[in-house]
Nanobody, 117 residues
Framework: QVQLAESGGGLVQTGGSLRLSCAAS????????MRWHRQAPGKQRELVAG????????AYADSVKGRFTISRDNAKNTVYLQMNSLKPEDTALYYC??????????WGQGTQVTVSS
């Protein structure tokens, strides 16, 4: 099993920045990818960004390309999401997810990001 703990959410004005962190513990040796998802009120959860744990290959949703950057520190078992040029539509509960080799995904509790206009 893998446990995840997110941090770094908060309230920021339009155009501001935040950095989210997700620390993994437990069977981290089995992880092949880490992802950030978000869910706004009344909307479905959506994938924001993902990164492979070995090669560090990243991918982004079109809505955040050029503004968000995902990175990982394997030594700390931590993945980050740097969010710049934030918009009100980025307001959501952000979840970290860890994909394990052989299948299965672990989820964090989520951290709230609110962007005021």
């Amino acid at each position: 099993q893998v446990q995840l703990a997110e941090s770094g959410g908060g309230l920021v004005q339009t155009g501001g920045s935040l950095r989210l962190s997700c620390a993994a513990s437990g069977s981290t040796f089995s992880l092949i990818a880490m992802r950030w998802h978000r869910q706004a009120p009344g909307k479905q959860r959506e994938l924001v960004a993902g990164i492979s744990t070995s090669a560090g290959i990243a991918a982004y949703a079109d809505s955040v390309k050029g503004r968000f950057t995902i990175s990982r520190d394997n030594a700390k078992n931590t993945v980050y999401l740097q969010m710049n040029s934030l918009k009100p539509e980025d307001t959501a509960l952000y979840y970290c997810a860890a994909v394990r080799a052989g299948g299965g995904t672990s989820w964090g509790q989520g951290t709230q990001v609110t962007v005021s206009s």
